[in-house]
């Protein structure tokens, strides 16, 4: 009974590593507290921040400043490159605020305070989806993403893979009903 126990959970457990998930985070702006403010150079924008962070549908965006001298304000993206802060989409004045980023695409935050967006305090973050793959799987790339010959398929591959996630389903299932 132990010895099937632990092929039980040797089985679960190589299921798992088969398979990786993401996992939400919440992502302070800036890298720390206090960065929403008019940046003291391009180079200090939260943009170039940004650009080199990663998004992900469920990370939540966390800004920290002083609520009686500023604000966020989501906006689309005419109003993000204009900088009009008449009609936003979401408008936060606590201090700590959070945003949850619920499906991927471009989202595009100002500053409320006046004159602010127009020195560069603004931030545009771009939000990939999720995708759950199988390790040992890569998606074929895109045309745009490879421009080398084109490299014909082998059949290997995908009938290990196949064969083995068949073998340990195969294992668990006759685990369970004997």
């Known amino acids: 009974m132990a010895s099937r126990k632990a092929a039980l959970l040797s089985s679960?457990?190589?299921?798992?590593?088969?398979?990786?998930?993401?996992?939400?985070?919440d992502i302070m702006v800036g890298g720390k507290n206090h960065s929403w403010k008019i940046p003291s150079s391009?180079?200090?924008?939260?943009?170039?921040?940004?650009?080199?962070?990663?998004?992900?549908?469920?990370?939540?965006?966390?800004?920290?400043?002083?609520?009686?001298?500023?604000?966020?304000?989501?906006?689309?993206?005419?109003?993000?490159e204009t900088c009009n802060t008449s009609s936003p989409?979401?408008?936060?004045?606590?201090?700590?605020?959070?945003?949850?980023?619920?499906?991927?695409?471009?989202?595009?935050?100002?500053?409320?305070?006046?004159?602010?967006?127009?020195?560069?305090?603004?931030?545009?973050?771009?939000?990939?989806?999720?995708?759950?793959?199988?390790i040992g799987i890569s998606p074929a790339p895109s045309p745009v993403e490879f421009e080398g010959p084109a490299v014909a398929p082998t059949s290997t591959g995908g009938v290990n893979l196949r064969g083995s996630l068949g073998l340990v389903f195969g294992v668990l299932a006759g685990m369970i009903l004997f």
């Open 12 to 25: 679960i457990l190589i299921v798992s590593l088969l398979v990786t998930f993401t996992e939400a985070r």
């Open 89 to 134: 989409v979401a408008t936060f004045r606590d201090g700590n605020t959070k945003v949850k980023l619920d499906k991927p695409g471009p989202y595009y935050f100002i500053s409320g305070a006046d004159g602010h967006c127009k020195q560069g305090q603004k931030l545009v973050t771009v939000v990939m989806s999720t995708r759950r793959q199988f």
């Open 42 to 80: 391009e180079s200090d924008s939260l943009n170039k921040w940004a650009e080199a962070s990663r998004f992900r549908v469920g990370d939540t965006l966390v800004w920290t400043y002083d609520p009686q001298k500023d604000s966020v304000l989501q906006v689309i993206k005419k109003d993000y």
